[in-house]
């Protein structure tokens, strides 16, 4: 049966697009599994604007879904699909698709809401070659679920002994052979009977392994799981530097096997050592080198040739672009991973491997994941953590520059099962767009903490110098509060938060009973909490010559009282060990609790940082200040709250993306470097993403403004766009409701007289003012909704009130796509002048949900758009009956990475 693929655009993220305003949600029903069905090959995935589908091998109870699915493709796709008008599945088609044996016949759906989306399937037709086939629902088209499936089905196909697909195109269908060769595959294509044959092997290529691990999340988490479980490590560099490293792992136990290769040919002890690279015999899984800059190419080459999955190149680098296209070029034609240059290495505390790549002490094995890039970076970051005894489960350090990214750690921490928190230090960010949806993904099943990434990440000189737009910190914030990740500006507080997360359970709420030996101690403690958001019920002050037993019989107690979700115990050891017996009471306590229980020693002996052995759930989080203790209290009540709330759902709006991409297109032909849109570029952009744009005419002359106000019937505004008086309420720069010539020509003059206010002309250059004419519209709240992509979180969307509110005063509030129906819903409320939107006071109110419709439209395009640099929808009039666009200033700018294009962007 005739192939065919109707999805062209690869991407990450999925969801179904259509008529209406439903949500999406996908149900987790399940039934009784057929015989042979591959469990394996079930997936959760997340495409190209986050939203999560289901991917699984179909079922032969799916017949009804089958039907639905089919019912909702348009007749050109299913044309395309059958070569010929197919309206309706018969019983017989039904029953032949969805009843396969999963080896010589497979199929694999996309599920969203409980609804097939989209369906690939492979039928053998030779011992190791089968025939593939994609029809995919026309509102998921655009999606990336063509390549999504490809990938998939391409490795099930190679687990049954399949090595070559082959398909048949119809020419007007060149999406099919395009997404095959961005996958990386050598494709061969012959025309006969009115056909394009298409015909690719289906073996992984160094391009097509490349492509997997940035699009598949099984595959990305595979590739960092290799890196940290090796069986046979090759240390290649200076005895100098390597013999630190041999002791290191011998010191450490590491399970698996060491040889060495001292370029200077110096002794090494403690481990054999091999003339070369090439005399390393059994294959190889990880070499560490540390060699010039000039010998790095011959290093990836040989590594590679002995079967190395994965290079630690610890060299510094002294150019960092030259390090990096050696290193990263290399490795990805070759199928490494590499992490570096300038990385401080790899550490796994798992006793089955015990391996410890670093310079640093083996810490204690625990539940925290550490991720930093520099080596610089990733000695401060270990130090505090064996400063704090942290127990690590394992540690990565990438280099500035390395072909691992965070995101492809992150999405190895999401299926580790050893790592319950993950912590970054961030110097920089890939893809934007992917490693948002994959913290995002990621914090909902473990807690993410990171290190001040708006302070750390925009103060940088060369943030400072960018002349395109970039989003201001505190829309960092507002994204990473938005993604549910734990945002600390000091890294001791980050590993205060990892200490609590790590050992105790997540509160249920922000209530905190104090208990502790003193009664002002008691009363700062209970201020202290208050004063940090938590809500701190009555304290337990307990006289100063408490025993150990009497503070744990009110702990007890406190943990069995439902009005309270956490427990802080605040004890103090003056003259006697009550604190060091409390502690080790305390502990036992600890690990029987299902809500947090927390510690706080002040003594003269550090109790605090006495605990030894592995960390883990159970164990009592400890700290020397009870402020310490507080905030990461308070970090993880609010992480706590936002993983039980309802995430939303974005809603399904009819758009039409392909006619925006056009105009984005003609944009760039016509200014390559980019440029403003025209005010007819940017109604026409609006209109393709439902928005309405009331149209405003540019005049010069009073002539023209009187005949354009004629035109419209009166009763119209003219106002001045100038950049200069653009959002200054106090200048004369806005007359509504003109009714006649009279009164424009009063307005006219009026605008040459603030020209010469400002400087700008005479009273003859109103022309200087940029006047436009237009129709007046129903009073309302004037908002300003703007979005810009930011080169390192992609694009973030902003709400205000138009004028001196936004610009003044920072009532701004910041969401990056995709937006759900939470998200829209939260942006409107967290104004502060927010009652101005719902009737409060004299105000009339608006139509909030207009509002949040437009966010989610504003969302949508600048998601869809990355070369849209900068959107101001400025003022939207919100009334209580509608929302309309008066002014739109709309900047494009070619496509750029911000990092180089061998940099992996996964």
């Known amino acids: 049966m005739p192939p065919t693929l109707t999805d062209p655009r690869g991407g ?453 110098g960018r002349s395109s737009p970039v989003a201001p910190p505190e829309a960092i914030d507002s994204l990473f509060r938005q993604s549910g990740v734990i945002v600390c500006e000091r890294r001791d507080a980050m590993y205060d938060v990892a200490k609590l997360l790590g050992r105790q359970p997540l509160p249920s709420g922000p209530r905190v009973r104090v208990i502790t030996n003193d009664d002002t101690l008691a009363a700062q403690v209970t201020a202290a909490a208050a004063r940090m958001g938590l809500t701190p019920n009555e304290p337990v002050a307990l006289p100063t010559d408490t025993g150990p037993d009497a503070i744990v019989d009110a702990a007890r107690a406190a943990l069995d009282d439902p009005v309270n979700d956490s427990v802080l115990c605040v004890v103090v050891g003056v003259y006697d060990t009550v604190a060091s017996d409390a502690h080790h009471r305390l502990s036992a306590l600890a690990d029987t609790t299902v809500k947090p229980l927390i510690g706080v020693f002040v003594d003269f002996e550090r109790v605090a940082r006495r605990a030894t052995g592995t960390d883990g759930p159970g164990q009592l989080p400890t700290y020397a200040s009870y402020g310490d203790a507080l905030a990461a209290l308070n970090a993880v009540s609010a992480y706590a709250h936002w993983r039980a709330r309802d995430p939303g759902a974005v809603p399904m709006l009819e758009l039409d993306v392909d006619a925006a991409r056009r105009i984005v297109h003609d944009v760039l032909t016509d200014a390559p470097e980019g440029r403003a849109m025209t005010d007819d570029e940017a109604t026409a952009l609006l209109r393709a993403f439902g928005i309405r744009a009331v149209p405003r005419y540019r005049v010069s002359t009073l002539e023209e403004a009187t005949r354009v106000a004629s035109r419209l019937g009166w009763d119209v505004v003219l106002k001045a766009t100038a950049p200069a008086v653009r959002g200054l309420p106090d200048l004369a720069s806005v007359h509504r409701h003109l009714d006649d010539p009279q009164e424009m020509a009063a307005a006219w003059a009026d605008l040459g007289r603030l020209m010469v206010e400002l400087g700008l002309g005479s009273v003859d250059d109103q022309a200087l003012a940029e006047p436009v004419v237009q129709a007046t519209m129903p009073p309302g709240v004037s908002l300003a909704i703007s979005s810009v992509e930011d080169p390192d979180y992609g694009p973030v969307i902003s709400l205000g009130l138009a004028g001196l509110a936004s610009d003044m005063l920072g009532d701004v509030v910041h969401r990056v796509p995709p937006l759900t129906d939470v998200d829209a819903a939260a942006m409107v409320r967290s104004l502060r002048a927010a009652p101005l939107l719902f009737g409060q006071g004299r105000s009339r109110g608006v139509d909030v949900a207009r509002v949040e419709e437009l966010l989610h439209r504003v969302a949508e395009m600048a998601d869809e758009l990355p070369q849209l640099s900068e959107v101001v929808l400025n003022p939207c009039l919100a009334s209580t009956r509608d929302v309309a666009v008066l002014g739109a200033r709309i900047t494009v700018l070619p496509t750029r990475e911000v990092r180089d294009p061998q940099v992996r962007a996964l």
């Open 12 to 464: 990450d993220s999925a969801e179904p697009r259509g008529g209406g305003a439903s949500m999406r949600r996908v149900s987790a029903q399940e039934s009784e599994l057929p015989v042979g069905y591959p469990v394996e090959w079930e997936a959760d995935v997340v495409l190209s604007d986050g939203g999560t589908a289901r991917l699984r091998p179909i079922r032969p109870d799916d017949g009804q879904l089958l039907v639905d699915f089919y019912a909702r493709v348009s007749e050109e796709s299913k044309f395309l699909r059958f070569f010929a008008p197919y309206p309706v599945l018969s019983p017989r088609d039904v029953e032949r698709f969805t009843h396969v044996d999963y080896v010589t016949r497979a199929a694999l759906i996309l599920t969203i809401r409980d609804q097939m989306v989209a369906v690939g399937r492979f039928d053998r037709v030779e011992n190791d070659e089968a025939e593939v086939a994609f029809l995919v629902e026309d509102s998921q088209q655009g999606r990336g679920v063509g390549p999504l499936l490809l990938e998939h089905l391409a490795e099930a196909a190679r687990e049954r002994g399949i090595t070559r697909f082959t398909a048949e195109v119809l020419p007007q269908n060149r999406a099919m052979v395009r997404v095959f060769t961005d996958a990386g595959y050598r494709v061969s294509r012959q025309f006969e009977d009115g056909v394009v044959l298409v015909d690719f092997p289906i073996l992984p290529t160094d391009t097509s392994v490349g492509v997997m691990e940035r699009r598949e999340h099984r595959a990305e988490g595979n590739s960092i799981r290799r890196l940290l479980t090796p069986e046979r490590v090759l240390l290649l560099g200076p005895g100098r530097r390597i013999q630190p490293l041999a002791d290191t792992l011998r010191r450490n136990q590491f399970t698996g096997e060491v040889v060495a290769v001292a370029t200077d040919e110096a002794e090494v002890t403690g481990v054999p050592v091999i003339a070369s690279v090439q005399d390393c015999g059994d294959p190889l899984d990880l070499a560490v080198v540390a060699v010039a800059e000039s010998e790095l190419g011959g290093v990836v080459i040989d590594a590679a040739h002995q079967g190395a999955k994965g290079m630690l190149v610890l060299s510094p680098s002294g150019s960092a672009a030259a390090s990096r296209g050696t290193v990263v070029s290399l490795a990805r034609a070759y199928g490494l991973r590499a992490l570096g240059p300038d990385t401080l290495g790899l550490i796994n505390t798992d006793d089955a491997y015990r391996l410890n790549v670093t310079p640093a002490p083996m810490p204690r094995t625990g539940r925290v994941g550490l991720f930093c890039q520099s080596a610089a970076v990733g000695v401060v970051l270990l130090s505090a953590a064996l400063e704090h005894n942290i127990g690590i489960s394992n540690f990565l350090s990438t280099g500035a520059y390395s072909d691992v990214t965070g995101n492809d750690v992150m999405q190895f921490w999401e299926d580790d099962e050893r790592t319950a928190v993950c912590v970054l230090s961030l110097d920089k960010i890939g893809n934007p767009r992917k490693f948002t949806r994959i913290v995002r993904r990621l914090a909902r099943r473990k807690p993410v903490v990171v290190f001040s990434p708006s302070r750390s990440l925009r103060s940088s000189p060369q943030v400072r």
